[in-house]
């Protein structure tokens, strides 16, 4: 259920503190535009809010916070997503921002199981995703398998 309310957020990390100023969501909706590329209709795009993670600001020197940020339209999200992954290398004053999906931590700890596996996989050149809420997709010899736990991928 939890995952489901957060089926519109977006997690982005990377942005110094204190960029945004005073409105976070217009910071974010003007940058994913303009960032992301012109292949998007930029006149219903809409992140209809947006705030850092509420942590203690951090000292000067660690990592920044992130921000997450809440777009109207799902089409919206995976576009983001979409995006993000044909450009990977996309920077901001010299840091690197990523974009991810927005989960719970329960998602997000079955998820970090599989990060060994995954390291192993790409070693090995295999092609592999995540499949929500936390299955591992392997193809290997034009074949798709599926795991629920890392174990069974070993």
């Given at each position: 259920?939890?995952?489901?309310?957060?089926?519109?957020?977006?997690?982005?990390?990377?942005?110094?503190?204190?960029?945004?100023?005073?409105?976070?969501?217009?910071?974010?909706?003007?940058w994913l535009i303009d960032n992301?590329?012109?292949?998007?209709?930029?006149?219903?795009?809409?992140?209809?809010?947006?705030?850092r993670i509420p942590f203690k600001k951090p000292p000067p020197g660690a990592h920044p916070r992130a921000f997450l940020a809440k777009l109207v339209?799902?089409?919206?999200?995976?576009w983001a997503l979409r995006r993000k992954r044909e450009i990977p290398d996309i920077t901001y004053n010299g840091n690197l921002i990523s974009i991810y999906p927005d989960f719970s931590r329960e998602t997000q700890m079955k998820r970090r199981a599989f990060s060994e596996v995954k390291k192993r996989l790409a070693q090995a050149k295999m092609k592999y995703s995540l499949v929500f809420p936390s299955k591992l997709r392997v193809v290997y010899n034009d074949s798709v398998r599926f795991f629920l736990a890392p174990s069974e991928v070993t």
């Open positions: 259920m939890e995952d489901r309310s957060r089926r519109y957020n977006l997690r982005i990390v990377g942005f110094p503190e204190g960029v945004e100023q005073d409105n976070a969501a217009s910071y974010i909706q003007k992301l590329g012109p292949d998007h209709d930029a006149t219903t795009f809409c992140v209809e809010r947006a705030h339209c799902s089409k919206d999200r995976d």
